[in-house]
């Protein structure tokens, strides 16, 4: 709708937009690595919360973590405190939050484990976020990018399938409404799907025989929790905003496809043996049809136009320009041009109706409309269109402007409809084209130059 939007550009700071599990995994890597001191885990360590300390290899640690011999924490890992983490097991590339119990050789790599959770023995975690009072049994696996949220409980020997989501509350139908969701209990909203019984304790049983994960109650020997269903792209496309690693087969897609646009950018060679006569035709029909919507846009706006003539409302017609405007995927700037062409072109039909002078009309016209045209001349860039727009007017379909320009000029100064930078602008863009181009800035010269000492002087003064 042509408003601005403003923004600041750093140059030696941190910033990152965390939307989906990759993101948060990106930028807690790079806080564990310190690419965002001082906000990192040492220094940020405060209030009721233990001291951490960073140790070797970037492992943080904090002053009262119950740690066994055997067990090894492993680079780019931060224990919080109140944790006990038993015999035998492997922590790498993870993040393990307070109060949490981690039982005898369990292995736990490239994970987030929250708050005062429970895993007993011989369990395993990969590339997975566990949140706070989750309970893994003995044995367990979670395999990679899977979700568990809180509280949910996952029994011995289970395997939760890579990619699973499983939280207490059901997933939301379509119809739930965001104030349904929000409010929601563990007693409300219960899907249709039936409870699956798979989650059996076996020799690592799977959460479901469906490859498809549907929203659904597990038994009591599996996991409590339901599982919820891949809805935005499925389980196929999971992996694009998951924790889990790029699976080796998408990885090689991804280098094949940023390869093949590099091969896209061509050599020397590769142009030379393109068809370049098709390529100009094709650059052609496309130019023709951006032309034919402008004209079509502009026909429009003139109609929309000569409605507000017989009387609709100043703010209604800008509305109906701007949902033209959308509709047709046109910039700001373009309907500047279109309705300064309708404009002038109500100007014009108003002399030859009356036998009037055209500069009376023109200028009754654009004193009427000029808080109308201010509307959609916001920049220099909007302005410089109705320049344009009317030097084209001139040369073409309303040539009899063109002996009238370098008079209507100074009054589109005067009326604040173009700025003096806008037409100063105008004026330097010219001064290299050819004299065929050059026609209406000799017209207005003497105006022109007026401007150029009149901002010289206002130099001088300050």
Not at 32 to 41: D, E, N
Not at 92 to 113: A, D, R, T
Not at 139 to 146: D, R
Not at 162 to 176: F, G, I, M, T
């Amino acid at each position: 709708m042509g408003y601005k939007i403003y923004t600041h550009e750093i140059r030696s700071s941190y910033a990152a937009r965390i939307d989906n599990f990759r993101s948060y995994d990106t930028v807690s890597k790079d806080i564990i690595q310190r690419w965002t001191y001082p906000m990192v885990p040492d220094v940020l360590s405060f209030g009721d919360r233990q001291e951490i300390k960073l140790h070797r290899q970037g492992i943080y640690k904090a002053s009262d973590v119950t740690l066994s011999h055997s067990a090894q924490i492993g680079a780019n890992s931060v224990v919080g405190n109140g944790t006990s983490v038993g015999e035998n097991c492997k922590v790498s590339n993870s993040v393990i939050g307070q109060g949490c119990n981690i039982g005898k050789n369990v292995l736990i790599h490239g994970s987030y484990i929250w708050d005062n959770v429970t895993i007993e023995d011989g369990c395993k975690v990969s590339n997975s976020l566990v949140c706070d009072g989750v309970h893994l049994g003995a044995g367990a696996i979670v395999e990679p990018g899977c979700i568990l949220s809180f509280k949910v409980e996952v029994g011995k020997n289970v395997v939760v399938p890579a990619y699973s989501k499983v939280a207490l509350l059901p997933q939301p139908s379509n119809e739930d409404s965001d104030e349904e969701l929000e409010y929601a209990d563990t007693n409300s909203g219960v899907t249709d799907s039936p409870p699956f019984s798979s989650m059996r304790s076996a020799d690592h049983p799977t959460v479901s025989d469906d490859d498809d994960l549907e929203a659904s109650e597990t038994g009591t020997c599996g996991v409590v929790g339901y599982v919820w269903e891949n809805v935005d792209a499925g389980i196929q496309e999971e992996w694009r905003q998951s924790i889990a690693p790029i699976p080796k087969d998408k990885l090689e897609e991804l280098q094949h496809a940023a390869s093949f646009d590099d091969d896209d950018d061509g050599s020397e060679d590769d142009f030379k043996n393109r068809p370049t006569v098709l390529d100009q035709d094709d650059d052609s029909d496309v130019s023709a049809v951006e032309d034919d919507d402008y004209s079509k846009f502009e026909k429009e706006v003139e109609e929309t136009f000569q409605r507000a003539l017989d009387g609709i409302h100043q703010d209604n017609l800008i509305l109906e320009i701007n949902a033209l405007r959308l509709s047709y995927s046109l910039q700001h700037a373009d309907c500047a041009g279109a309705l300064f062409h309708s404009v002038m072109r109500s100007a014009l039909v108003a002399a030859q109706s009356t036998n009037g002078n055209l500069l009376k009309t023109t200028a009754e016209a654009l004193g009427k409309w000029k808080d109308l045209l201010r509307n959609y001349t916001k920049s220099v860039d909007e302005e410089m269109e109705i320049l344009l727009k009317f030097e084209e007017m001139c040369q073409e379909n309303t040539k009899e402007f063109s002996p009238l320009f370098s008079k209507i000029l100074p009054y589109l100064y005067d009326k604040e409809v173009v700025s003096e930078d806008a037409i100063l602008r105008w004026a330097e863009e010219k001064e290299n084209a050819d004299e065929s181009d050059k026609v209406f800035v000799k017209q207005s010269e003497a105006f022109i130059q007026w401007l150029k000492e009149a901002e010289e002087e206002d130099e001088e003064e300050e």
